[in-house]
């Protein structure tokens, strides 16, 4: 049997195919760059949400060639030869994830075949359409806290008929199949989509919509006049029973009064049951629209900024918040009920030497954030039963210091390191878990009450903003690293990566004295054709 595993192992490693990378996903490589040449100062700031349409990549990828030093113009017509014409691709993909401690050995594959399509159908109109078999080796992901990202794979347990792999579960064969459609030129263009998205200053970690959560059908509309930018967005979600239906609209404004700096505000307002066209309005006021249809919809709102003091250097933040107690912080009373998340950092490109480019952020996630009492039909910040915000629960903070190195042409390094805090705001006051679905309400003599303001008294100190003051606090510590080799063959390329990360956790689970230490080793190998 061992050498049956073995061998099934080696010919899905050899022979396993997935979609390679395109511009539609978000985790697509030319994002990285698309960054890295903001913080160098070759581009203006960009759209708030992502992806980007051909025309915006074209856009970009034109104006770095232009102006970007020999190495980035060099990488940019790479990247034109490559997303700035109709192509047809098939591509190569093995993904191997393993765990070690904890409960000893555990294991996750994903192997497939995968072919994608990019049609320029007329003159600012493009097309997309990805379709991808996987073949999944273990139920469960096997990646570190805040990097776990689930597959946009079509999920059914019947698939699960293939003999037993190396993880011991039966391997399963599913499928994925995602397209795109976009119109208009760069200043004004709209997109239908079934994918993942993500919103910016932070596009790789942020609060408002995080790249990890799953793709969804959705709808956006973006434009440009002078020194404003207007983003837009509509996401059907899928409710935690999956049988409701579930939405959420965003739109931002932004401005840039000089070069460098960029000034936006933003909204979002999540809502289940019928469609509700009137949030579809693109210049207005998301919560003066749900006063015109029902109060039990869940409104945010949140501002966020980027500096660039000289080139090379970039600071940023944001702020989200769901509910505040106004009235409280204008008195400088900061122990009130604050519902929201924040992030800020610091990015670092040099334009010479071997760092591309470094980063280090901050992010904290307030008790009960992305969670909501709803009375009507679920209207969470959640999609498919996580969040659709930031990867980190309710009550958490992260210190994030990444660094990515080119010391070659065709490798390049990244370093990691995160430090992660998580409590339950709930604890000691109520049952509940403090995850995403703990509201903080509570049922008193016949009465609801948020247990995080007046008149509720929960009895601890402090008494309503409890971020991170509970006796029993998880804390998480990673140290990583990733090597990527790339190599072209005429028309193919091979990529090969190797990654680890070392994972200390302390209070594993809430659970005081339960202390765990974990090693990830991963593969990553993908040919495309």
């Given amino acids: 049997m061992r050498l049956y595993k073995t061998t099934a192992f080696a010919a899905i490693a050899l022979f396993a195919a997935i979609s390679g990378a395109y ?47 020999p190495a980035d113009a060099e990488a940019a017509e790479r990247f034109l030869a490559e997303y700035g014409s109709s192509s047809f691709d098939a591509g190569l993909v093995q993904r191997s994830d393993a765990r070690l401690g904890g409960d000893g050995f555990e294991y996750r594959g994903e192997s497939g075949v995968g072919l994608g399509l990019l049609s320029a159908v ?60 976009w119109f208009g030129r760069a200043g004004l263009w709209g997109s239908a989509s079934f994918a993942r998205s993500s919103v910016g200053p932070f596009f790789g970690n942020g609060v408002v919509i995080g790249p990890q959560a799953k793709a969804t059908p959705n709808w956006t509309m973006h434009a440009t006049t002078g020194d404003w930018r207007f983003s837009s967005g509509l996401f059907q979600l899928r409710a935690s029973d999956g049988d409701e239906e579930k939405y959420l609209v965003y739109h931002s404004y932004s401005y840039s009064p000089v070069s460098g700096l960029d000034l936006g505000i933003f909204e979002t307002t999540v809502w289940g049951g019928s469609f509700k066209p009137l949030y579809l309005v693109p210049l207005s006021m998301l919560f003066y629209l ?10 945010q709102a949140g501002l966020y900024g980027s500096w660039r003091p000289m080139d090379g250097l970039q600071a940023k933040a944001t702020v989200f918040f769901d509910d505040v107690g106004f009235s409280d912080l204008v008195k400088l009373e900061l122990d009130t009920k604050i519902i929201g998340a924040a992030e800020a950092g610091l ?27 709803w009375t009507v039909a679920e209207d969470d910040y959640t999609h498919a039963g996580d969040s659709f915000g930031a990867a980190l629960e309710p009550n958490s903070d992260r210190w994030e210091l990444r660094a990515r190195f080119e010391p070659l042409p065709r490798l390049s390094v990244e370093a990691v390191s995160r430090l992660l805090r998580h409590g339950n705001a709930s604890e000691g ?24 303001q007046s008149p509720f008294e929960p009895g601890t100190s402090p008494k309503y903003f409890r971020f991170l003051t509970q006796d029993t606090i998880e804390t998480t510590f990673q140290l990583g690293a990733t090597v ?43 040919w495309k054709l």
């Avoid at 805040?146 to 037993?164: C, G, I, K, Q, Y």
């Avoid at 878990?433 to 509570?442: A, K, L, Q, R, T």
């Fill in 122 to 181: 007329a003159p600012g109109v493009w097309a997309q359409g990805v379709l991808e078999v996987v073949i999944v080796d273990g139920y469960d992901t096997v990646q570190p806290a805040t990097e776990r990202a689930e597959l946009d794979v079509h999920s059914d347990s019947s698939m699960n008929f293939l003999p037993d792999g190396l993880s011991g579960d039966p391997m399963g064969l599913l499928y994925a199949l995602s397209s795109s459609a």
């Fill in 290 to 299: 749900q006063s015109q249809s029902s109060f039990s919809d869940n409104s």
């Fill in 484 to 526: 990527t080799w790339n190599r072209a063959f005429g028309r193919t390329s091979l990529s090969v990566g190797l990654r680890y990360l070392i994972e200390a956790v302390w209070n594993e689970g809430l659970a005081a004295g339960d202390d765990e230490l974990y090693h990830y080793i991963g593969l990553d190998a993908s």
């Fill in 429 to 452: 006051i109520t049952d509940g878990d403090g995850s995403w679905f703990d509201d903080g309400w509570v049922y008193v003599d016949g009465r609801w009450y948020q247990n995080f």
């Fill in 347 to 373: 990015s670092w490109a040099p334009e010479a030497g071997p760092l591309a480019l470094a980063s280090l952020d901050y992010t904290a996630v307030f008790p009960y954030m992305y969670a909501h009492h």
């Fill in 23 to 69: 511009a539609q996903s978000v985790s697509d490589p030319i994002y990285g760059y698309i960054d890295r040449w903001e913080a160098r100062g070759y581009l203006e700031a960009q759209y708030t949400l992502r992806p980007y349409s051909p025309e915006v990549i074209i856009g970009i990828l034109e104006r770095v060639a232009e102006v970007g030093s």
